[in-house]
């Protein structure tokens, strides 16, 4: 059945998907790298990865997997699908995870001498769902395994760069964002 791979990825992945968009909405302040540079000349993150976003993303991807746990009895009746419930090493991994994720995707930024909010192929709509991944099999495997099989990978890979598209440019409309990347 090709409808659970895809309702079991969005429902696994969105304490994942939130995150960024969390960070983007309550952001700002402290700069994690308190504006260090590198020898380069460049900075180890910028001004866009703060110490407020990622706490408020990380908090808000933990608040989305405990609200699904909530919503998992009535949308497994009522789907008869198996979603998966979220213990809270895993939300936390997800969630951070992403943070990490983006985070790493700004230092490489720098280092290839990108400026804040240039674009990235494929980093840019990956590297939030890389690390999380990374950082929930490393804290929850047995969960990890269970959830994360090979078909729901696949549409992981698949979808996420769509919806990372979908969601930027809807931000960059609503005047959130100042690109649409």
């Avoid at 700069?31 to 900075?43: S, V």
């Avoid at 490489?108 to 991944?133: I, W």
């Avoid at 919806?163 to 649409?180: D, F, M, Q, R």
Wanted: no cysteine; proline share 7%; glycine share 12%.
């Amino acid at each position: 059945m090709v409808v659970e791979p895809v309702v079991v990825a969005v429902w696994a992945m969105l304490p994942a998907y939130v995150p960024n968009n969390a960070a983007v909405l309550v952001g700002g302040g402290r700069p994690i790298d308190g504006g260090r540079a590198l020898p380069d000349g460049n900075r180890l993150f910028g001004d866009g990865k703060t110490w407020r976003g990622t706490a408020a993303g990380t908090a808000a991807g933990v608040a989305v997997a405990l609200v699904l746990n909530l919503l998992e009895p009535a949308a497994t009746g009522a789907t008869g699908l198996g979603l998966p419930v979220f213990p809270v090493h895993a939300a936390v991994a997800l969630a951070l995870g992403a943070m990490l994720g983006d985070i790493l995707a700004s230092f490489l930024k720098r280092r290839t001498g990108r400026e804040r909010g240039a674009s990235f192929p494929g980093v840019d709509q990956l590297d939030f769902v890389v690390a999380s991944l990374g950082l929930t099999l490393l804290v929850a495997s047995e969960w990890f395994l269970a959830t994360f099989t090979l078909p729901v990978l696949v549409v992981v890979a698949i979808l996420t760069p769509l919806l990372h598209v979908v969601t930027n440019a809807g931000a960059y409309v609503l005047g959130l964002k100042s690109e649409p990347w």
